[in-house]
């Protein structure tokens, strides 16, 4: 069959796929241009794609001979599943391998914000390092801090694991409450949303985009947040108002923001980036060289085991995964 990643993956996860199929690889970290995308699509079977490729009714209908996309990345909104089921394509994600290396950089992005590790970072390569004074580079404890946690599935879980270690309470709202013996095992106290964003110092995302959860974070949620709190981002960037949070940074209604994703990307809101109560990342949140090659591999392996006809593990959309 034909296959066709459109990312740039290490070799040894290509040749998996090359022993089996007929394989087209992108060579590129640009992301493929659209219409090239569209073209090739047209005659593969198997599609692996990245974030960065928008799989909608358009691509689906190129696609005339698809039956399994594997995305490379655990979030999958950039795939209208719905309209691939109706077409019976398989889809599949890659969960749990990245659960580590997303939670670690939550609390990178924790201690750098609060801790102005950026800043001083610039200060001291750029020679203006003065000599050491007792009121300077303050800034503020992480541990024993609330944290507050939206959305524990398993990263937010690894985020509450990391927490215990700063000895900080954890708050976390989620849509379904876990019972009490997961919550005790976990050390986590369930709250309502508006009670979780005015009582923690750090309020963390980490639910998928949906519907639901786009723009879960307005000016309005903003406000409920103490003005010392850190808003932190590892999660999908239209979960917030990003024009609203500059509008929060710059008046103060919060003390800061730690982001890895944003609205519009690769953009920034207009006003981001000139605020000095922010840690920007590019979307690292899995970027490592071991979970990155985790992730290739299981998108490979959900693919070929879809184009050979059997339920891939990480089937989004699969009869059996749905009964
Ligand atoms: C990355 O953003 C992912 O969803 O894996």
Redesign the pocket.
């Known amino acids: 069959m034909k296959v066709l990643v459109t990312g740039r993956l290490p070799e040894q996860v290509l040749s998996l796929i090359r022993k089996e199929h007929d394989l087209t690889a992108h060579a590129s970290d640009v992301p493929m241009d659209r219409r090239e995308l569209l073209a090739l699509v047209g005659d593969v079977d198997g599609l692996l794609c990245m974030?960065t490729d928008r799989v909608d009714e358009e691509l689906l209908a190129a696609g005339r001979n698809l039956k399994m996309i594997a995305n490379?990345?655990?979030?999958?909104d950039n795939i209208n599943v719905g309209a691939a089921t109706a077409r019976g394509i398989w889809v599949s994600?890659?969960p749990g391998v990245?659960n580590d290396a997303?939670a670690d950089l939550t609390f990178a992005l924790i201690l750098a914000v609060s801790r102005r590790v950026i800043e001083s970072d610039a200060i001291t390569r750029s020679g203006r390092f003065k000599p050491w004074a007792p009121f300077s580079f303050l800034g503020t404890d992480v541990t024993g801090k609330t944290l507050g946690i939206i959305g524990l599935g398993n990263i937010g879980k690894e985020v509450a694991r990391r927490a215990h270690g700063f000895r900080m309470p954890v708050l976390y709202h989620n849509r379904r409450r876990l019972d009490p013996v997961a919550e005790q095992d976990i050390g986590v106290r369930f709250s309502d949303l508006d009670a979780l964003l005015s009582e923690s110092d750090y309020v963390s995302l980490h639910v998928p985009l949906t519907d639901q959860t786009r723009r879960l974070i307005t000016g309005r949620e903003l406000k409920l947040m103490r003005r010392t709190a850190y808003l932190i981002n590892v999660s999908?960037g239209p979960v917030v108002d990003e024009a609203a949070l500059v509008q929060a940074l710059q008046s103060g209604w919060i003390a800061g923001a730690g982001l890895d994703?944003y609205e519009n990307e690769p953009s920034l809101a207009s006003g981001l980036a000139q605020l000095p109560n922010v840690v920007l990342l590019p979307?690292i949140?899995?970027a490592t060289l071991e979970t990155r090659t985790q992730?290739a591999a299981l998108a490979a392996e959900n693919l070929l085991a879809g184009l050979r006809g059997e339920t891939p593990p990480n089937c989004l959309n699969c009869p059996r995964t749905l009964a």
């Open positions: 974030i490379m990345a655990v979030g999958f994600n890659t990245l997303t999908r994703v979307h949140g899995s992730m």
